[in-house]
């Protein structure tokens, strides 16, 4: 069975880091594409960051450059999303999705998501 499983969500203060995992069993996981999402109380889900089974990645979101780093453990079966520099806005549910391709449009599996609230 399929599955991918984020962690690493929790409260914050502005300024702080945290990292999410996101661990996927039941696939082939180095053909797969990984794109971390968030989406925030009231808002539309927005793509993040995307890396691919060769480590390629793309860069989805303007706000998050220079702060988020996507990386990848393939004989781990893991992605992870470390979130340095955290402001009120990064507050969302941040969800790992799989794909072939980075292709924000386009994923074929989902996570249920690990909340992220930055605030003093």
């Known amino acids: 069975q399929l599955q991918l499983v984020e962690s690493g969500g929790g409260l914050v203060q502005p300024g702080g880091s945290l990292r999410l995992s996101c661990v996927a069993s039941?696939?082939?996981?180095?053909?797969?594409?990984i794109t971390w999402f968030r989406q925030a109380p009231g808002k539309e889900r927005e793509s993040v960051l995307c890396?691919?089974?060769?480590?390629?990645?793309?860069h989805y979101t303007d706000s998050v450059k220079g702060r988020f780093v996507i990386s990848r453990d393939n004989p781990k079966n893991t992605v992870y999303l470390l979130m340095d520099d955290l402001r009120p806005e990064d507050t969302a549910v941040y969800y790992c999705?799989?794909?072939?391709?980075?292709?924000?449009?386009?994923?074929?599996?989902w996570g249920k998501g690990t909340p992220v609230t930055v605030s003093s």
């Open positions: 890396i691919t089974g060769g480590h390629s990645v793309t």
């Open positions: 039941g696939l082939d996981f180095t053909l797969h594409s």
């Open positions: 999705a799989a794909a072939r391709f980075c292709d924000a449009s386009a994923m074929d599996y």
